[in-house]
């Protein structure tokens, strides 16, 4: 899975391209993420629109990510989950837990 | 063959042809080659993309189980995978792992509002969800996998 990370207007947007799950994927991502936290950025926007695929280790991530960042007065927002993506946290029942936005603009500005 | 395993006959739709049977190394690194594999071989089969995607992604949560908790991430163990294909137009998808299983009763609901916010617990659920017809077998070290 590529990853791609841009910083701007203090949100940490996070480019994803590939499937995310267990193995090297989840482990870079998680990597990414807990070393952007430890730089004491809170804010995350995580673009799915390239990620056909999300299985349980990648669900697991992206929900223990969004409470570790709520919990330093953040959020992790995604932006234009593939249509599966949005199916599987549906089936799990975490979708509802995440703000969604279609644009990464759009989750920018819900930052500000 | 363990005495819980159902039937492979059970649904008299004829004879099913073996689309694949691999053995991976019982570790989490070893879990996408093999889905990987599983996806190619239904791309073969001309499988719907939404249908080919539920059943992946079911593969992963089965293998992801057998490597990790079957296996214990011992590569120097082994997990079996079987796809069979019935005239039907069904799909049987095996998972064996050397574990000692585990009771797929007390996997505890990730959508408990409690457990919703949990890491981990949502792959057997998954299975559940993505297949039309799920059954373990082997104390739960083998889990067997229909899509119609």
Known sequence: MDINVRKRSQVQLIQLRGQLRLGPPVDELKRTIDEALAEGDTRFAVNLAEVAMIDSSGIGLLVKSLTSTKQRGGSLKLVSPSNFAIKTLKLVGVLNLFEVFDSDDKAVESFN | ?148
């Open chain 2, 1 to 148: 063959m363990s005495a819980d395993t159902p039937a492979i006959d059970s649904h008299n739709d004829g004879p099913s042809i073996r689309l694949l049977d691999v053995e991976m190394p019982g570790e989490a690194a070893a879990v996408s080659a093999v889905s990987d594999t599983v996806a190619d071989t239904l791309m073969r089969l001309d499988c719907p993309e939404e249908k080919r995607l539920e059943i992946v992604l079911a593969v992963q949560e089965a293998l992801a189980n057998a490597a990790v908790h079957g296996c214990k991430n011992d590569s120097s163990k082994l997990v079996r995978c079987r796809v069979e294909h019935y005239p039907s137009g069904r799909i049987l998808i095996i998972v064996k792992d050397p574990g000692e299983g585990f009771l797929p009763e007390e996997v505890s609901d990730p959508k408990a509002s409690e457990n919703l916010e949990r890491s981990h617990g949502r792959g057997v659920f998954l299975i559940r969800q993505l297949m039309d017809e799920v059954h373990f077998g082997g104390n739960g070290s083998e889990v067997w996998m229909w899509k119609y």
